[in-house]
C-alpha cells in the first residue's frame, strides 16, 4: 500500500553503511545513491517502484517506527544479527509477540539515529 517512504538521518554514510547491512536479509539492496539521499528496494522487483520504497536524507532526525516484512523466521533473525552487527542497539530480540498475533514473529532493533525498525513474519 505504501509507495515509498523517507526518513532523516544524521549522519548519511553511517546509516547507508548499516541499512545496506540490515535489508540485506529482507532480499533488499541500495538502488539509487544521490550522496545525501539514498534509496533501498528489493533486489529482485517484485513489487513497487524499481528506484526503492525506502529513502534516508541527511536531516534533523524524528522519531518513528517502521516494519520491514520478512518472508519468514530465518529472515527476522538475519535482520537482527545483521542489525546488531551493523551498530544497531537490540530493542526486542525476535520471537512470537502474542500481544500482536498468534503468528506474530518479529525483532526490533534501534538504528544509529534511535529509530525503532523491526522485521516481521506474519506466517504461521
Do not use: C, Q
Not at 24 to 38: C, H, Q, W, Y
Not at 46 to 64: H, Q, R, Y
Not at 117 to 123: D, L, N, R, W
Request: proline share 5%; glycine share 12%; aromatic share 14%.
Amino acid at each position: 500500500m505504501i509507495d515509498h517512504f523517507s526518513i532523516n538521518v544524521s549522519d548519511i554514510d553511517k546509516s547507508k553503511r548499516f541499512y545496506k547491512e540490515v535489508l540485506a536479509p529482507l532480499g533488499n539492496e541500495m538502488k539509487l545513491d544521490f550522496g545525501k539521499s539514498v534509496s533501498f528496494g528489493e533486489k529482485e522487483i517484485i513489487s513497487g517502484d524499481p528506484a526503492g520504497s525506502f529513502w534516508i536524507t541527511e536531516g534533523e532526525p524524528k522519531l518513528i517506527h517502521f516494519a520491514f516484512s520478512a518472508a519468514s523466521k530465518e529472515e527476522v533473525e538475519a535482520f537482527y544479527n545483521a542489525g546488531l552487527k551493523a551498530g544497531g542497539t537490540d530493542n526486542g530480540k525476535p520471537g512470537i509477540r502474542p500481544d500482536y498475533g498468534a503468528h506474530y514473529y518479529a525483532a526490533f532493533i534501534l538504528d544509529p539515529d534511535g529509530y525503532n525498525i523491526e522485521a516481521v513474519y506474519h506466517g504461521a
